[in-house]
């Protein structure tokens, strides 16, 4: 992950169409793409209006009241996948049925509902399916689901209020030194492993290669962390600059975060604009941890959003 990412100036470049062709072209011909160079041509600027529109929803967000925030961040981050999608796919979009959202939400219940136990349904088609399959390489989601609270404890800017509220730890930090990194060799206890186990388990989970050290202190390994958009199943906390390892090792450990923040948005954007009054006493009454969890989501997927799409291109 690139440490000299400056927020929306580094977009900059890609608002060329000199330099978004270029970009596009490589891409393609990385991936064996016919006619890289007429695709790229046709492309650019749809690619670079995929990419403006995204920034001025997200620009229009940040001024924005909380009530309307999920659904201009969520239509700004469909924006911006869909920029990293004709990297990808230039014949995007094929077919209105990949125009769908990719998943749905159950009935809401109107008595004691609260946000951390509703779930999300994955669905055949659409965004999120066609996002997870051609940028992810991820198959077969469809009749998936996912509750709210299990996403939002796979999100690392999160840890600190979970902590506050709940005294719960959902990330162990990992430590970077001169050597390598490492993690305290209390995991192995939040996982109920062995150290070996706890080592097997991180080698054949890990989406890059890696070596570990001799420490009887510490689980300390050695690898290239910049390799990689996201090395999985490590995650970058965006707020405290630093890597840390998830510890619900549930069904969504190994989902990349751009689908965790695609999910959460798609539900709040979904509430904030068909559940008025359960989402106005919410913001007005703030009755329970909801609020918090929302509202600190919300503050951090502003600069988080943006921050994952430009690691992905830049990553190509």
């Given at each position: 992950?690139?440490?000299?990412?400056?927020?929306?100036?580094?977009?900059?470049?890609?608002?060329?169409?000199?330099?978004?062709?270029?970009?596009?072209?490589?891409?393609?011909?990385?991936?064996?793409?016919?006619?890289?160079?007429?695709?790229?041509?046709?492309?650019?600027?749809?690619?670079?209006?995929?990419?403006?529109?995204?920034?001025?929803?997200?620009?229009?967000?940040?001024?924005?009241?909380?009530?309307?925030?999920?659904?201009?961040?969520?239509?700004?981050?469909?924006?911006?996948?869909?920029?990293?999608?004709?990297?990808?796919?230039?014949?995007?979009?094929?077919?209105?049925?990949?125009?769908?959202?990719?998943?749905?939400?159950?009935?809401?219940?109107?008595?004691?509902?609260?946000?951390?136990?509703?779930?999300?349904?994955?669905?055949?088609?659409?965004?999120?399916?066609?996002?997870?399959?051609?940028?992810?390489?991820?198959?077969?989601?469809?009749?998936?689901?996912?509750?709210?609270?299990?996403?939002?404890?796979?999100?690392?800017?999160?840890?600190?209020?979970?902590?506050?509220?709940?005294?719960?730890?959902?990330?162990e930090v990992v430590t970077a030194a001169e050597?390598?990194?490492?993690?305290?060799?209390?995991?192995?206890?939040?996982?109920?492993?062995?150290?070996?186990?706890?080592?097997?388990?991180?080698?054949?989970?890990?989406?890059?290669?890696?070596?570990?050290?001799?420490?009887?202190?510490?689980?300390?390994?050695?690898?290239?962390?910049?390799?990689?958009?996201?090395?999985?199943?490590?995650?970058?906390?965006?707020?405290?600059?630093?890597?840390?390892?998830?510890?619900?090792?549930?069904?969504?450990?190994?989902?990349?975060?751009?689908?965790?923040?695609?999910?959460?948005?798609?539900?709040?954007?979904?509430?904030?604009?068909?559940?008025?009054?359960?989402?106005?006493?919410?913001?007005?009454?703030?009755?329970?941890?909801?609020?918090?969890?929302?509202?600190?989501?919300?503050?951090?997927?502003?600069?988080?959003?943006?921050?994952?799409?430009?690691?992905?291109?830049?990553?190509k």
């Amino acid at each position: 992950m690139s440490t000299s990412y400056k927020e929306w100036n580094s977009y900059t470049l890609f608002f060329s169409a000199e330099y978004s062709q270029a970009y596009l072209k490589k891409c393609y011909r990385k991936i064996n793409i016919d006619q890289p160079d007429m695709k790229s041509f046709e492309n650019c600027y749809p690619f670079m209006y995929y990419l403006e529109h995204g920034k001025l929803y997200y620009e229009q967000a940040e001024k924005s009241p909380l009530a309307i925030q999920p659904i201009l961040l969520f239509y700004g981050l469909v924006h911006l996948i869909k920029a990293c999608i004709l990297t990808v796919e230039p014949d995007y979009p094929e077919t209105t049925a990949v125009l769908a959202h990719g998943v749905s939400t159950r009935k809401r219940k109107k008595q004691q509902y609260s946000f951390t136990d509703d779930e999300v349904k994955f669905q055949k088609n659409g965004l999120f399916s066609l996002m997870a399959e051609k940028m992810f390489h991820m198959k077969q989601l469809e009749g998936d689901k996912a509750t709210m609270g299990d996403v939002l404890e796979l999100i690392p800017e999160l840890s600190g209020i979970y902590s506050d509220l709940r005294g719960k730890q959902i990330f162990e930090v990992v430590t970077a030194a001169e050597s390598g990194f490492s993690l305290p060799i209390s995991i192995i206890d939040q996982f109920h492993m062995t150290e070996n186990r706890f080592k097997e388990f991180f080698q054949t989970k890990s989406s890059i290669p890696f070596s570990f050290v001799e420490d009887p202190n510490l689980i300390r390994f050695e690898a290239n962390l910049s390799e990689a958009s996201e090395p999985l199943p490590l995650k970058y906390n965006l707020e405290e600059q630093h890597y840390v390892f998830p510890l619900n090792k549930g069904d969504l450990f190994l989902f990349p975060e751009l689908l965790l923040h695609y999910l959460l948005l798609y539900n709040l954007g979904m509430i904030a604009r068909y559940e008025t009054e359960w989402w106005s006493e919410l913001i007005k009454m703030m009755p329970n941890e909801d609020y918090p969890l929302i509202q600190s989501f919300l503050k951090s997927t502003l600069k988080k959003g943006p921050y994952l799409i430009y690691q992905y291109l830049m990553n190509k």
